[in-house]
DNA sequence: TTGAACACTGAGCAATGATCAGTTATGGGT
DNA sequence: ACCCATAACTGATCATTGCTCAGTGTTCAA
């Protein structure tokens, strides 16, 4: 009788048993999913650890016996939505073989998966930090970290092959990678930030986006078999 | 950043004074500069109300004399940054005649000085809520927002200008507009949020980004005099 | 000189993330 | 059957945050 509070009793999700003696990964689990659907839901900064805590069916500090900070239940959200589009990029590698068209599918599918989850993409991709680029000094964050640079390396290294073939135009590799970065970053966050501006249509924005890319990158001669032109309609 | 608590008063940077009857307009004015500064050097989070007014020279509760809150103060800022980003717009369209070479040097400014003032791009640009497109319910919100449509419409309207006189393919021209609004956003933003990172030269990229949008955009057969070509050194 | 408007302060509130000394339950070893 | 080390967890409490409010001093027109 020492927790049960019947007053304040709510919501709480998922077994607020207390685990058996080996079973505390299953609690990470359940805090991590939980604080996913919190975050996505209502944002980072507005979850506090208490109302995690409480939904989660612990008290407060028992949050801490699993994470260091509140921060730190994020990244571990974030290691996993890596892989979301790291599979992505994998399953494209497989299915297409031209690396024009790659590039367009890479873009495409990074893209989608952004707008597709907003919430996450905020979290990962829009929040101050200084995450993705390996400077990490913890332990356990160099490993963390190397999952955001392969995301980044993977359309990298599509460019600088784009461009030793000779599809793309001879050009600065790394800023060309990084100019493809800006592009569709800026499509995902202007309409997360502004889900109700006017803006077009999804699709013909993606389309155009990537083609505007592709026309600005591509050798002088090179004309890619499966181009899509941008639309030519007026208004 | 810890605070290292100085014995007595430290730093006061401008005259802490009680200000005379009607001169409460002067401290309006050294709170908005010390807190850009602060702003600018810290961000705005690590920025509290109490280091502010210390510095300001005034108590904590000083602050809200003239503020309604830690983030009024920040949108008097904003407010100041819609007028310079207007006001750079202008003279662009004074002293350059060639709408394709307004093109350029609107991006580029516009580029500039969001990441000249990345706490004020992140609060106008960055926040996801409807500050630009006049849905607001504020009195005074009005009269803000029209400065932000301003500044969207002012690129809208040389992007349909420069499709209408076939310098720019025949293309959406809405479509064509936000595009050009992506990369640049993009840009802005992925410096301002991980600035860490190891980008590219600065000004290497923003010209990249603003010659792929117009190589993207120009008509085939057009070719503008003063086209300056993507950097053609390697690495 | 007076008194109302102005400039400003000190104390304090509720909420936050984090810490820590302790308490309870578990289960392998005996 | 009973240890008892320890994993799992709690209650109290911390410093810090943005913000409020009752009140204190100051200025200046009348």
Redesign the pocket.
């Known amino acids: 009788m020492?927790?049960t509070r019947m007053a304040a009793a709510p919501a709480r999700i998922s077994g607020n048993?207390?685990?058996?003696?080996?079973?505390?990964h299953e609690?990470v689990e359940e805090i991590l999913a939980i604080a996913k659907a919190m975050f996505l839901a209502e944002g980072f900064d507005a979850?506090?650890?208490?109302?995690l805590?409480e939904r989660v069916?612990?008290?407060?500090?028992?949050l801490?016996?699993y994470f260091?900070?509140?921060?730190e239940i994020l990244d571990a959200l974030c290691q996993r939505a890596y892989e979301t589009t790291l599979s992505a990029f994998r399953r494209i590698e497989e299915e297409v073989s031209d690396d024009l068209e790659r590039f367009r599918r890479t873009l495409r599918v990074f893209v989608e998966i952004g707008l597709d989850h907003p919430e996450e993409y905020q979290i990962i991709y829009m929040r101050p930090r200084a995450l993705l680029y390996g400077l990490g000094e913890g332990p356990g964050r160099g490993a963390r970290e190397s999952r955001g640079v392969q995301v980044v390396r993977w359309q990298h290294d599509l460019v600088r092959r784009l461009i030793r073939t000779g599809v793309f135009r001879t050009m600065n590799a790394k800023v060309a990678c990084q100019v493809a970065l800006f592009a569709p970053h800026g499509l995902i966050a202007k309409l997360i930030a502004w889900p109700d501006f006017p803006w077009a249509q999804r699709d013909a924005l993606i389309d155009a986006t990537i083609e505007c890319l592709v026309a600005g990158f591509l050798a002088p001669g090179c004309v890619s078999s499966s181009r899509k032109p941008l639309k030519d309609g007026h208004e």
């Open positions: 020492k927790r048993a207390r685990k058996p003696r080996g079973q505390g609690r979850v506090t650890t208490r109302r805590a069916g612990l008290s407060q500090a028992g801490y016996v260091k900070s509140k921060e």
